[in-house]
């Protein structure tokens, strides 16, 4: 059976559709999950999760111990606690889609460049994107504060697809107006995937999330297992 990927979560009960990382459903593969409790998706979008750090830590370490292959989070917000948590666990570990940004970036044609949508644009700084590797804030759009994704998350609001498909839809397309040059679009909300189908057939751009990274965490961690005659092949190729 192929090891699970394992998902620390934010402390939340909100709807989990197919698409979001917190619903089992939405990987090709088996994942795990540990939920880290009074971790609430303000206090970790505020950046005042610091004093929860160790118990982050433990719930990553308790997913190696259930056999987890690799970890990843429910919040593109702890791409500031990358680092540290990295070197409390003992597998390897991607906390946000925003990691993607670089390896994006690359991709893109001359004069291209990486736009991110967020769940809170006033509360993602330059410190989130030296996180991840970034010198300075790409083109940056959020969701707006009393919206349909805010009230849901955080008000405890009915899940509204149709108004959550359409906010996103605004937001994405503003950005895209105010920075032409956009080539892709990644979302740094784990919530969002379950639209990047429908955001990529509007906007015509590639879109990278959390579930992107997660399939590419678990692909490197559990590789697929060769023939004999693909190994002979590629040693009769070198």
């Known amino acids: 059976m192929t090891a699970p990927l394992g998902i620390i979560m934010l402390d939340t009960a909100f ?3 197919v698409g979001d990382v917190g619903n089992a459903a939405s990987w090709p593969f088996p994942v795990l999950y540990r939920t880290v409790h009074g971790a609430t998706a303000r206090l970790v979008v505020s950046g005042q999760d610091g004093p929860l750090l160790e118990a982050f830590a433990a719930a990553g ?3 190696r ?3 987890a292959c690799a970890l990843t989070t429910s919040c593109g917000f702890l791409v500031l606690r990358q680092q540290a948590l990295a070197a409390r666990v003992g597998l390897p570990l991607a906390t946000s889609s925003l990691l993607q940004i670089p390896a994006v970036a690359a991709t893109l044609p001359a004069g291209r460049r990486v736009g991110v949508i967020t769940y809170d644009a006033a ?3 330059l410190a989130h994107f030296t996180a991840a590797g970034l010198s300075e804030i790409p083109p940056v759009a959020g969701l ?3 919206g349909a994704l805010h009230g849901m998350i955080e008000d405890g609001a009915p899940y509204d697809r149709a108004a959550l498909a359409a906010e996103l839809l605004t937001v994405a397309t503003g950005l895209i107006s105010s920075a032409p040059d956009i080539g892709a679009l990644v979302l740094e909300c784990t919530n969002l995937p379950p639209f990047s189908a429908l955001l990529a057939k509007v906007t015509g751009l590639p879109v ?5 990274l997660g399939c590419w965490l678990h692909a490197a961690a559990v590789p697929p297992v060769r023939s004999s005659i693909d190994c002979d092949s590629g040693a009769e190729g070198n």
């Open 61 to 63: 370490e308790d997913l």
């Open 144 to 146: 707006p504060r009393g």
């Open 65 to 67: 111990r259930a056999g």
């Open 15 to 17: 709807p989990r559709p």
């Open 123 to 125: 509360a993602l700084s």
């Open 208 to 212: 990278y999330d959390s579930l992107t």
